[in-house]
């Protein structure tokens, strides 16, 4: 009896090995994939380079620098970013300042550190160097000679079902088309912010809250980026994804600044804010809505102003080069010099590139019609064409050029409608690590516009980005 129990444990160790043996193949044939290079770089992952059978590129010793002999999740990645634009920009401003036309390039240079300690303790380090050469009128996106773009420590925890993760330090996030809230990489210096951001997944939902102030470039030397509590944005968001392509989420954020001036109101703003976002894809039919409402009060007058944003498109996937027939509709509204009242959308922190790279017109008192037709003519390669139109929200407020900035003799004259323009924008992905652009717009401007000394406008860019 004894000997059959002997040759059942037996052969059931056999079997477990035998599972085993074949668990171990099955690994053996899995070979991990490198990950792509992120918007944000930090959300890399290179661990997969631990597996000597990833395939090898140049200077994959410093993309994966082991720690630890028995963890391969602890680790030390270097990394670095280059973009380069050319931008002719005639009649910027729509020509209503000095130095109507202008040529030159804006570059940007980033490089990164980023330390893992067993998938839990993450330390990111970014640095930047942006130069704007011949451009005669800088603003202060378009040059950061040398500074700290990115410094923080994150811990990931299992908690219950869900995951937390907290994030403590200089960082970047935005929020779901960066409409308003943003990374702000169409211009040349990005936006961090100063912050503590904690967010809970757990399924479906994803719970987020933030505190920060926002940082502002000062580019007297190196390393003098600061920020204070003059400005402060904080909040908290709810996210719940129904299916797959569909989501919807909700935050209510207030934003502060001290002593700012509107052409209608001026003093210290204080904006409690209510976002609403749905987006997804149904077959054919993609779209993305938006809603944002704004309270609060700047010097002694109470502020009610609010934004729309909205994209749909229907593509034609079974038609060569895939058209996509999209439409995008925007509205955002002005001050109608209501006593007691300011109704001045405060667009917050735009990405620069959602209306045109142009920047013509900000997201502010304007109403946007934009019919669009996207084609793939390759895999790697898509090319859209687009024309538009725009009107003022009130006349009683001035026309704005990205991001709030108003132009002289515009507010409370008459001629609601802003302009028409076109736009050609191709876009290339050369491999997975290089990407190219050009963008071509053309501004025709309305009687307001024209009546206040502004022209018709023409902006060309030539792009190219590459990431290691």
């Known amino acids: 009896m004894r000997s059959l129990r002997n040759r059942r444990a037996v052969a059931a160790a056999a079997i477990a090995l035998d599972l085993v043996a074949l668990a171990a193949r099955a690994d053996d044939g899995a070979v991990p994939q490198r990950p792509p290079n992120m918007f944000n770089r930090w959300q890399e992952d290179w661990s997969a380079l631990a597996d000597p059978r990833v395939p090898r590129q140049p200077f994959d010793e410093l993309k994966y620098i082991p720690l630890s002999a028995i963890d391969p999740k602890t680790y030390l990645s270097l990394g670095a970013d280059v973009r380069e634009r050319f931008e002719a920009n005639a009649a910027q401003g729509f020509g209503s300042g000095p130095n109507r036309n202008q040529d030159y390039v804006i570059s940007r240079a980033e490089w990164h550190a980023d330390l893992r300690l067993a998938s839990q303790v993450q330390v990111f380090t970014q640095f930047q160097s942006d130069f704007a050469p011949w451009k005669t009128m800088l603003s202060p996106v378009d040059q950061d000679r040398l500074d700290l773009e990115q410094a923080f420590v994150a811990l990931t925890e299992p908690v219950d079902d869900g995951t937390l993760k907290l994030r403590l330090g200089r960082q970047q996030f935005a929020f779901d088309l960066q409409r308003f809230v943003s990374v702000r990489d169409g211009p040349n210096v990005r936006q961090s ?49 129904l299916s797959a392509s569909t989501s919807l989420t909700a935050y209510y954020a207030q934003f502060t600044q001290a002593s700012v001036r509107f052409p209608n109101a001026s003093g210290d703003e204080r904006r409690d804010i209510l976002d609403l976002h749905a987006t997804g894809t149904n077959g054919r039919i993609d779209w993305d809505l938006e809603a944002m409402g704004q309270g609060g009060r700047i010097g002694a007058d109470s502020i009610r102003a609010w934004a729309l944003g909205s994209l749909a498109g229907y593509t034609f996937a079974d038609v060569g080069w895939s058209p996509r027939l999209g439409l995008q509709v925007d509205a955002a509204s002005g001050d109608r010099n209501s006593p007691g009242h300011f109704g001045t959308f405060n667009p917050l922190f735009p990405n620069g590139y959602y209306v045109t790279l142009a920047g013509y017109t900000g997201y502010v008192n304007f109403i946007h019609v934009k019919p669009s037709l996207t084609l793939h003519p390759d895999p790697a390669l898509k090319v859209t064409v687009a024309v538009a139109s725009q009107w003022r929200e009130t006349t009683a407020d001035a026309v704005y050029t990205q991001p709030d900035i108003p132009i002289a003799n515009t507010a409370g004259r008459s001629g609601s409608y802003t302009g028409s323009y076109g736009q050609l924008r191709l876009d290339w992905s050369v491999d997975r690590a290089t990407a190219f652009a050009v963008e071509a717009v053309h501004f025709v401007v309305g009687d307001a516009l024209r009546a206040a000394g502004g022209h018709d406008s023409n902006y060309l860019g030539v792009e190219v980005k590459h990431g290691w």
């Open 193 to 241: 912010y100063d912050a503590a951001w904690a967010d809970y997944e757990n399924g479906p939902w994803r719970f987020i809250t933030f505190y920060s102030h926002p940082v502002q470039v000062q580019d007297d030397r190196a390393f003098d980026d600061d920020s204070s509590n003059r400005q402060t944005f904080g909040g908290v968001r709810l996210e719940r994804k």
